[in-house]
């Protein structure tokens, strides 16, 4: 299976910024492809919603709140995505998922999550 290790959360005042990572790696074994990877996030008592999504063909989309101030790429050769997250927000307190959606071997498809990493905004 794919699993993920996130990175960079912390605290920040706002009109600050941060810069998450996620790497994505296979079990012993496994090939895999990547079609699609993202961040999602979840602030306390709110339901999980969707921040950033960049597909393998290179389609981006962004939460309509975070547009304009935080961007998703990709480092294909490491199976890394990261999120810059600009001109900070206390509404973007919350934990960051990454999210990888890829095919294992021929048909198998795999929804991956990492454990979350915490970003607090300070006003």
């Known amino acids: 299976q794919v699993h993920l290790v996130e990175s960079g959360g912390g605290s920040v005042q706002a009109g600050g910024s941060l810069r998450l990572s996620c790497a994505a790696s296979g079990s012993s074994g496994s090939i895999f492809s990547i079609d699609a990877m993202g961040w999602y996030r979840q602030a306390p008592g709110k339901q999980r919603e969707l921040v950033a999504r960049l597909t393998s063909s290179g389609s981006t989309k962004y939460a309509d709140s975070v547009k304009g101030r935080f961007t998703i790429t990709t480092d294909n050769a490491k199976n890394m995505v990261y999120l810059q997250m600009n001109s900070l927000k206390p509404e973007d307190t919350a934990v960051y998922y990454c999210?990888?959606?890829?095919?294992?071997?021929?048909?198998?498809?795999?929804?991956?999550w990492g454990e979350g990493t915490l970003v607090t905004v300070s006003s």
């Open positions: 999210n990888v959606e890829a095919t294992i071997g021929i048909n198998a498809e795999v929804d991956a």
